[in-house]
């Protein structure tokens, strides 16, 4: 949402292309977790942690995680490069700053 918000001039290129990868990983790492959970209650009663079985299962898992994870951890800092430039990027709902002093306000002068 704050990427659409941004002046064109703030966007930096390569963040529709990070988010597009982040995005994927994202989707592939809630598959994997929906098959875990299917396996994990696919095992039998004995296969709890510190088993072969279950061990196994896990390893197996985490071997299919992990690139996904390198996926978020290598292009992960785009999110906050998008919210600094988010945060510093002018808002439109905010007046332009003055540099004229506010009505009814007097400067002191130094004499």
Known sequence: MQLRNLPTTAVQNRWVYQLGVLQAALDRLDELHEQWLATRDSLPASAQPGTPAFD??????????????????????ALREINSAALSAPSSLAPPPTTAPAPGRRTSVRR
């Open 56 to 77: 196994d299962a896990v390893a197996e898992h985490h071997a299919e995680s992990w690139s996904y994870l390198d996926d978020w951890a290598s292009h992960g800092q």
